[in-house]
């Protein structure tokens, strides 16, 4: 069963706007998120996470939001550039446990 | 490079036989991780060391599986008797304990395929 899901296989921003991708969760011990970027032929790279007690968490371009109500979480890049294109994945663990629970990645194309 | 490591990075095996990965993870890092990635998938949970003690298993870890991690530094995962179903991606990854949350980092993967 799949407890992380990313909705959205792809997604195509331009240059210089906002890309938004969505995570949602079904597991309710979860209480850390994670985001990792990856591009081909490499492992995924950590990019920036959030605790459950906190609703955001911004580190420069990247924003990440948590709606522990609904479930839901989002990567905010803004603005977005050529680099950012890659595959991105969302990511869950639960409360004292150690492992990690990927959803199955959205690729992000920004058009130059 | 002080990165997670992986060796090799593909490897081509024939059903049935035998294989064996090997990961280095960050010197300082007392945790490792492996996990699978199957095509259109994110990466799986295998199994997770801590020093040289095995401390978690998956259910995806089959009896054909076994994994060590004999001095608390590198680690090795084999495969026995390798099936087409065994091919994909093995992911290493080590975090260091005690720091916050302990994001795992990640090598480069080793792409098996089993034909």
């Known amino acids: 069963d799949q407890q992380v899901k990313q909705n959205s296989p792809s997604l195509s921003v331009q240059e210089g706007r906002i890309s938004i991708l969505n995570c949602d969760y079904t597991?309710?011990?979860?209480?850390?998120f994670l985001w990792y970027k990856k591009y081909p032929a490499e492992g995924p790279t950590f990019l920036i996470s959030?605790?459950?007690?906190?609703d955001k968490n911004e580190d420069g371009r990247f924003t990440v939001f948590l709606n522990k109500s609904a479930k839901h979480l989002s990567l905010h890049i803004v603005p977005s550039q050529p680099g950012d294109s890659a595959v991105y994945f969302c990511a869950a663990r639960k409360s004292g446990a150690n492992n990690l629970f990927f959803g199955t990645g959205t690729r992000l194309t920004v058009i130059p | 490079d002080t990165g997670v490591s992986q060796d090799p990075r593909h490897k081509i095996t024939k059903r049935g036989q035998n294989v064996t990965f090997r990961c280095d993870p960050i010197?300082?890092?007392?945790?490792l991780y492996w996990y699978r990635q199957t095509l259109g998938q994110g990466p799986e949970f295998l199994t997770y060391?801590?020093?040289?003690?095995?401390?978690?298993k998956s259910r995806l870890l089959s009896d054909r599986f076994s994994a060590e991690r004999p001095k608390g530094s590198f680690s090795t995962l084999e495969i026995q008797r390798t099936e087409q179903g065994d091919s994909a991606m093995y992911l290493c990854?080590?975090?260091?304990?005690?720091?916050?949350?302990?994001?795992?980092?990640f090598g480069p993967g080793t792409r098996l395929t089993v034909l």
């Open positions: 990854a080590s975090s260091l304990m005690g720091t916050s949350y302990n994001e795992q980092f």
């Open positions: 060391f801590q020093n040289e003690a095995q401390l978690e």
């Open positions: 010197s300082e890092h007392n945790r």
């Open positions: 597991n309710s011990m979860f209480d850390y």
């Open positions: 959030i605790s459950s007690i906190k």
